[in-house]
């Protein structure tokens, strides 16, 4: 018979050792995709597949089992600390146990073949090539959901994978509320004088912006001593833990703004990360609680500080300091304007603040009936044009720019979309919320975000994964989520910008 | 009782467990050196700690133990590539395995603490407070040794761990007839008119610098494909496997050539580990035999080539390109000169190839006194000046530019530094067989080193670990080691540079 300190003493090494691998991979895909030469693949390969398989056997044994078990059996006696890491090393760990061996060793190989044909598929602009394995795919989706829970909808399964306690019931209240707002909002906008932009493209050389990036760091307070930036394809943030976190940006030679508004974004990731509290560190509760909340900072950030009309105007004499051929007659305002330019277009990560989220409503829609069946992956292309028509009002010429454009189903991640939109609107929530505390623009103009850092830092990042992101929001906002806040903002927004009563 | 195909699977499975670990915990340390952000120290600590353990305790176990004990009482039923993986992975396990845990864990953490002792020591020219570090070292080595062979001499059972097979009768031997011919030389030279060097001081653009490291690579025919580059505050080459090489220099804004030479020297390493036969690839024999060999081949390039008459002549077109200011009046002569000049100084890691294994000598002698008890660590300031004033005829006026410059020691390598110096005298011996089969000069001057990668390749890089330095370098020149070839070829270099008969 174990004891309880006996138990907690294993429980720390279990989270230790786990943090240990996940460190050590995490660094190797960091190194992948920053660093190393371009072939190296293979051996790199050979080794995650190792390591993969040590970190699996290190979880899914019989002793970890009794482990949990006999903390889940006498969690009276745990801390509230204790109990988050039991809860959630508990769901994890039943969930992965239900998934026979030999299955989800084949979907690893099927996520892995996927990958390439996707890439290949996209490029060819070849949806047909690609549909054989996206139907592998869905159909290993819905059976993993029945294994993890046969009484729930398979959908609402998976949502809850990536936002705990997440489901469609929420997710479409949401949606509906976005669709009823802004798609009308959208045509209005369509019909008023375009805004001019032109300014952002042109030539902007990238020493100048990485020191740009540097700059923008700086203002959000990022402790650099603790978390680095390097260049990828695709702009992501990982952490290794609280003190060693990474940011990652792509220059674009003719476009200033883009590199900006990803360090911004991916900087309110790396603050949430990097203000996760002390006593998380090495469990299981480290970290940012769940794909929502996360994206909620990065796009408090991106948007609704790093879009605003006072942090415009303060980083514009730094844009002139850096790129006075460019922006010498450029004003706040025009600059304001521009970077907040409303454009219909077929790609999710070109897409402006208002259009966004009607792009994640596209994927969800979608991704929603090929998992109940109500859509057939073959009747996908037609399905996404029709419903880009219908929210965007744009016409989508072929699958490369359209539902072959991101990597998400190809990597096997449904239920992940949604999560990007919720972020925005928990973030337009927040900031309510803060601003009874505080003027959050006035901090903006004063050039200080330091009490915004604080402020989240408090009542959100100092959390971890302690509440599920429902239980996290409503204890920052003292609400239930609401998306009422999201729709008004981007009216209030919107509105303003293009002079619409 | 297993069979041998068994126990082939299992060696197969114990040899790539064994890639997996280190090529993680090698990226985790690349990374720490080359991207991390500053305060990263303390999870990375956390994470290579259990690492290390993890790996230790999948090799150290009593099943590998039967493993290796039943394959090496079978050898006859091996191929000579198993042979040779049993026989290196048997000598690592037993050596290991007779080291007390308690004792080895006691070390690492004298080691850990020695570094940043060290570290202070020599920023506060303090030798006092690393000595009582530095006696538990020396104490730890000796007793280290006593467990790997209490037969044999200390000195010799260490020098064996970085040089398969070396002995102190082939060391003295060798550094006899440096000490012979060398130190004389040296005193002549210093009667002779300094040289100009003054060009090679000024400005360098370290964006141009970066080209030029760009540029050396490719004339070494490195392929970049499976080799990269980093900047660290000392250069070094790892390899996670035989297509995935890294080096580093470090760029110094007020000298051109210090990253130069850093470059071609890492890039012969990086050569060597590019070169390692695919057949032993995630086995033991994979990769570089030994630092002898390694050094052979760094300092091939890096001085035999890289310093010679046609190669300095080579790349000047481009230092006048990147650097039009500094060398637009440089000949190939003045060039040549500069990059060769002799000048005893007090650092070995800045030293001229002449002086250079001087430097060693200094090393080699006091840490063999060290390991024997016949110099007392008390006592080493002294010695080493003594010795320094000897062989290089140079006052050290204080110990940070004296016996606390390296970080060897401190690290606990004893026995690591002769190699520096066998490598170039390797180097040399090769030189000479190497002009039996071609004209190696010509090809430098045809600026194609191709023929020189090919024969390097073929006679040395494609064996890995398969032979004792010794041996190969033997199978390389059909002959044993002779230190002959090295003082020729100095003496001839040496001579001609400064007009001495």
């Not at 990803?262 to 970290?287: I, M, N």
């Not at 829609?365 to 029709?386: N, R, S």
Request: glycine fraction near 6%.
């Amino acid at each position: 018979m174990m004891d309880i300190k006996t138990a907690v003493a294993k429980l720390d090494e279990l989270q230790k050792i786990q943090y240990a691998y996940s460190h050590a991979m995490g660094i190797v895909f960091y190194d992948a995709v920053t660093t190393a030469p371009k072939d190296t693949a293979e051996g790199r390969g050979v080794a995650l597949g190792i390591l993969s398989g040590e970190m699996y056997r290190k979880f899914i044994n019989p002793e970890v089992d009794e482990l949990l078990t006999f903390l889940s059996g006498n969690m009276s006696e745990l801390d509230d600390h204790r109990k988050r890491e039991v809860e959630l090393l508990k769901k994890d760990f039943d969930r992965t146990k239900k998934i026979p061996e030999n299955e989800y060793v084949e979907y690893q190989m099927l996520l892995n073949e996927a990958d390439s044909v996707w890439h290949k598929a996209k490029e060819e602009n070849d949806f047909e090539s690609f549909r054989p394995c996206l139907e592998k795919i869905v159909a290993f989706n819905r059976k993993m959901a029945a294994y993890y829970d046969p009484e729930k909808d398979a959908y609402d399964v998976l949502l809850d994978l990536y936002e705990e306690g997440l489901t469609q019931e929420t997710a479409d209240a949401f949606f509906l509320k976005l669709r009823e707002r802004i798609v009308p909002l959208l045509e209005e906008i369509m019909k008023k004088d375009q805004i001019d932009d032109s300014f952002l493209y042109g030539h902007f050389d990238i020493n100048a912006q990485r020191q740009f990036s540097d700059y923008l760091m700086e203002k959000m307070c990022i402790d650099r001593s603790h978390c680095g930036i390097g260049e990828t394809e695709h702009p992501f943030t990982t952490n290794f833990n609280k003190k060693d976190v990474r940011i990652t940006t792509n220059y674009h030679e003719d476009n200033a703004v883009n590199s900006m508004f990803s360090v911004v974004h991916e900087g309110g990731h790396a603050l949430y990360e990097l203000g996760s509290g002390d006593e998380h560190e090495y469990t299981a509760v480290a970290g940012g609680v769940s794909m929502g909340i996360h994206e909620s900072q990065s796009r408090f950030f991106e948007n609704i500080i790093g879009r605003s009309r006072p942090f415009v105007k303060n980083v514009l004499p730094k844009l002139k300091e850096l790129f006075p051929e460019q922006f010498r007659t450029v004003t706040a305002e025009q600059l304001y304007r521009a970077v907040n330019k409303v454009e219909p277009g077929l790609i999710r990560i070109d897409a402006d603040e208002l259009t966004y989220s009607l792009h994640i409503m596209v994927r969800y829609e979608l991704e929603k009936q090929l998992i109940k069946g109500t859509l057939e992956v073959k009747d996908l292309p037609d399905a996404w044009a029709a419903k880009m028509k219908e929210y965007l009002g744009v016409d989508v010429p072929d699958d490369k720019r359209g539902c072959l454009q991101d990597s998400h189903w190809s990597s096997g991640s449904f239920g992940y979309f949604p999560s990007y939109a919720l972020g925005s609107a928990y973030g337009a929530q927040i900031l309510k919320k803060m601003e009874e505390d505080f003027d959050v623009y006035k901090a903006v103009e004063d050039d200080d975000l330091s009490p915004i850092v604080a402020w989240l830092t408090e009542h959100i990042w100092q959390y971890g994964k302690m509440y599920a992101p429902g239980a996290l929001l409503e204890k920052c906002v003292g609400a239930p989520f609401d998306p009422q806040y999201y729709v008004d903002y981007l009216e209030t927004k919107f509105r303003d910008l293009y002079s619409i009563d």
